[in-house]
């Protein structure tokens, strides 16, 4: 059992998404390491592997043959195409888990969450995490050092196409210190593993108390 709560439960798919730099990864991080209940869902991409990335750790990642295959086995729950690669997600392992009472964390972006919804409403909590101003998303995409001025001009408009789906989500947590963020959307999490259709021990239980 995936869950240490008293009562048996579904799991949750737990979508974490915000333009680049917003501080979406360093949350993803600190959550995976605070909480055991949590993994995430690993997703197959056509882009190609950046230094330090890892198979099958921060993706899958396959040839443009082996996405079209997926797609024609019908394994994804959901796929986007985001700045000209394709991102998927693998649906088996997902489904099991979550009747297993596994939470799962999605990186992923609003075209994914919008699937998501169509398909799986009720186990589906989803955080948009803004940065507090685009000055200091810029300034915090500069001091990264990765990128020319040029990619970090792109990355700004990239930027607010995404901001402009911030409504789509339940909820939004504005990245002004990272470690308050953390808390904010680990109190998300935590309230939501309670909510009454999620517990799907409560009938047995409360039966039981009743006797
Ligand atoms: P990156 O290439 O920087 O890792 O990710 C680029 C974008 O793709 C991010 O916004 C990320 O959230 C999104 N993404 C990653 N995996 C998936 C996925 O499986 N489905 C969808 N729809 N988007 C994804």
């Known amino acids: 059992m995936a869950n240490q709560d008293a009562l048996q439960r579904r799991g949750l798919m737990f979508i974490l998404s915000s333009p680049s730099g917003a501080g979406k990864t360093t949350i993803s ?12 869902s690993v997703s197959a991409t056509t ?44 649906k ?26 169509q398909k799986d409403q009720q186990d589906v909590v989803s955080v948009f995490i803004l940065p507090p101003s685009l000055a200091e998303l810029r300034r915090r995409l500069e001091s990264r050092g990765q990128d020319s001025g040029e990619v970090i001009d792109t990355r700004m408009e990239r930027a607010r196409g995404e901001i402009s789906h911030w409504a789509e989500y339940d909820y ?17 999490l935590h309230a939501e593993r309670m909510r009454r259709t999620r517990q799907t021990g409560l009938i047995p239980f409360v039966r039981t108390l009743m006797e």
């Open 92 to 117: 088996g392992y997902i489904r099991k888990g979550l009747k297993e009472g596994q939470d799962f964390l999605f990186d992923i972006d609003w075209q994914g969450t919008q699937q998501l919804y």
């Open 29 to 40: 991080h600190m959550l995976l390491m605070a909480d055991e209940e949590v993994k995430l």
């Open 47 to 90: 882009r190609p592997r950046r230094p330090g990335e890892v198979d099958g750790v921060d993706y899958h990642f396959v040839s443009d043959e082996k996405f079209d295959r997926m797609i024609a086995e019908d394994e994804f729950y959901e796929w986007a195409t985001v700045f000209g690669y394709r991102y998927g997600t693998p």
């Open 172 to 188: 939004v947590v504005v990245n002004d210190d990272v470690d308050q963020c953390f808390v904010k959307v680990r109190e998300i």
